[in-house]
């Protein structure tokens, strides 16, 4: 089992960044295949979610247990899940807005295609997925 988790912290970078990287390729793909132009709009779920997994990202998993010492002298673990806490609303904020801008290209013809639609859930999701594989093993000790 310890090797099971040495094995993920040395793989689990590589495959969040893979993970990553493929959302990003999805949407790149949709903007430039579209045939029309793409609103800022339909961006911003893919850059909110990014930011959201870098939030999630800045928090170590040690310091959520109720164990953990501060520094400070204060309790400051409410802080930490306060950051948490919003790191996973706006993650969720990016999912409902990119399914709500597939809704949305679903139904009109005059916006970008489906696939804009699809590619920007696709996004959403692989980021955010991408940000918890990285979350699980860079703080392996």
């Not at 988790?5 to 969040?16: F, H, M, N, R």
């Not at 950051?83 to 969720?92: D, E, I, R």
């Not at 807005?97 to 696939?115: F, R, Y």
């Given at each position: 089992?310890?090797?099971l ?28 295949c ?35 010492y ?36 679903a139904l ?34």
């Amino acid at each position: 089992m310890e090797n099971l988790a040495l094995l993920w912290g040395i793989i689990g970078p590589g495959v969040s960044g893979a993970i990553f990287g493929a959302g990003w390729w999805f949407w790149v793909d949709a903007v430039v295949c579209s045939a029309v132009q793409v609103s800022f709009l339909h961006y911003l779920p893919g850059i909110f979610a990014t930011l959201a997994a870098l939030m999630f990202n800045c928090v170590n998993k040690d310091e959520i247990g109720y164990d953990y010492y501060s520094p400070y002298g204060d309790d400051s673990e409410w802080r930490v899940k306060l950051w948490l806490f919003v790191a996973y609303v706006v993650s969720f904020v990016c999912l409902a807005g990119s399914v709500g801008l597939l809704v949305q290209d679903a139904l009109t013809n005059k916006g970008p295609s489906v696939w804009t639609g699809v590619a920007g859930v696709l996004q959403c999701v692989l980021v955010l997925i991408s940000g918890l594989v990285y979350w699980t093993c860079h703080s392996e000790d």
